[in-house]
């Protein structure tokens, strides 16, 4: 399985950007995804998650009602819209992949996600 993401830039802060996945090499719709970031100096952390259907959606509390996960099967192709960006959204996003069911309490860890992307560099200027 590869992913490629993109989408990223520098914006303004309250600005929009939209980033992308490519998933290839697998079958897209038997895994679960998310989104991760990692600021400078700072630990890769959640952003969100979707489920196989793309049917149940989950947000780190800071993103929430900022930023939407989506998926599209057909095209293999998953998105983070994220809108209102603040300067402390800033760093490299990164999408992954994971093959099992996801829990509540695995949903937010990277270990819990077997294939990465490259990431994608955000900046939000102030």
């Known amino acids: 399985v590869q992913l490629q993401a993109s989408g990223g830039g520098l914006v303004q802060a309250g600005g929009s950007l939209r980033l992308s996945c490519v998933v290839s090499?697998?079958?897209?719709?038997?895994?679960?995804l998310g989104w991760f970031r990692q600021a400078p100096g700072k630990e890769r952390e959640v952003v969100a998650r979707i489920s196989r259907s793309g049917g149940a959606t989950y947000y780190a509390d800071d993103v929430k009602d900022r930023f939407t996960i989506s998926r599209h099967n057909a095209k293999n192709t998953a998105y983070l819209q994220m809108s209102s960006l603040k300067s402390e959204d800033t760093g490299v996003y990164y999408c992954?992949?994971?093959?099992?069911?996801?829990?509540?309490?695995?949903?937010?860890?990277?270990?819990?996600?077997?294939?990465w992307g490259q990431g994608t560099l955000v900046t939000v200027s102030s």
């Open positions: 992954a992949a994971e093959p099992t069911i996801l829990t509540m309490s695995t949903w937010t860890r990277p270990s819990e996600y077997d294939y």
């Open positions: 090499r697998g079958t897209f719709s038997r895994y679960e």
